[in-house]
């Protein structure tokens, strides 16, 4: 069995000779050796599982920023999934990163001719600049309320979560993923609802060890718990049932680097195109019409 990537941790530097004893003891129990070259003790930062850990929270692995910070634009398919890969590796520290690198993801569809297009250079060439200041990610401590903002946009559904200290917000970590399919053509409460369960799903062990308060302006929370929604959203608020989960209108993002999250669901003002189709049905006995509606989301009513 190999073992990559053991830490180590203790509270007080008192209690870390104790702690590492403690691990040795255990280590030599099961015959497991350790590679002194790789081993480093009493340290209070160092690189874990590809990122920097400090007493402060998690720092983006600078490496890894200057190995897309170094990349050409990408000449064929090989060299654009390497793209892919390494912002993926990324993603948690990136607001909304499924849409920011929307037009490269959409070059590597299946079955289509790869194409760096003029909007995929320009989404490389911003995605750039916005690596030059990634925040520094909190790190939560037993006990702490949690705080969850959700975002949909056109292409993906989007989610931060965040701890609030000292009246200041701060990110804990960032999700995104496309919408694929028949999800696209969700109504716009299902498709928050999709963001909130992709999210848990994914960050899961946060929502089992904390309170999360959700704050969204649709109304989430009281469509969830109504008897008569559709199936998704009944199997959806099952699985909600689990944890420790409250909801609340959505309050203005104090943070800077939360800046560019805060659209949700934006509208242009305009009234939404509805389209009515009339059968002109007759009869006899009388005439009548058949209507069917359909929104802009596909549905038909």
């Known amino acids: 069995v190999y073992v990559d990537d053991m830490l180590v ?3 007080r530097a008192v209690d870390h000779v104790g702690d590492l004893r403690e691990t040795f003891t255990t280590l030599r129990e099961y015959g497991m050796k350790l590679n002194p070259a790789k081993c480093k003790f009493g340290v209070k930062t160092g690189r874990f599982l590809g990122y920097v850990v400090t007493e402060k929270g998690i720092e983006v692995n600078a490496a890894k920023v200057q190995a897309v910070l170094e990349m050409n634009p990408p000449r064929n398919r090989r060299e654009a999934q390497v793209l892919a890969g390494r912002l993926a590796g990324l993603s948690r520290f990136i607001a909304q990163a499924a849409e920011k690198g929307f ?19 320009e989404a490389f060439e911003r995605l750039k600049e916005f690596l030059a200041e990634l925040p520094l990610l909190s790190k939560p401590e ?17 989610s931060v979560l965040l701890k609030e200290e ?5 990110p804990v970590y960032y999700t995104s993923r496309l919408l694929q399919g028949a999800e696209t053509r969700y109504s716009d409460i299902e498709k928050v609802a999709l963001a909130l369960i992709t999210t848990i799903r994914k960050l899961r062990p946060y929502f089992l060890n904390h309170k999360v308060v959700v704050r969204t302006n649709m109304p989430l929370g009281d469509t969830l718990g109504r008897p008569n929604v559709s199936g998704r959203l009944t199997k959806w608020a099952v699985e909600l049932g ?13 943070a800077q680097a939360l800046a ?10 305009e009234p939404g195109l509805w389209k009515t ?3 002109g049905s007759s009869a006899m006995g009388g005439a009548g019409v058949g209507v069917v509606i359909i929104t802009q989301e596909g549905d038909r009513l």
């Open 142 to 158: 037993p006990g702490d309320e949690l705080v969850l903002y959700l975002s949909v946009g056109r292409v993906a559904i989007n």
């Open 277 to 279: 189709h009339v059968d």
């Open 9 to 11: 941790k203790s509270r």
């Open 260 to 269: 560019d999250f805060i659209r949700e669901l934006t509208t242009d003002g």
């Open 242 to 254: 689990e944890y420790d989960i409250v909801f609340e209108p959505r309050r203005a993002i104090k």
């Open 103 to 121: 037009p490269f993801f959409k070059a590597l569809k299946k079955g289509v001719k790869f194409e760096w297009t003029m909007a995929a250079q």
């Open 166 to 170: 000292d009246r200041q917000q701060r």
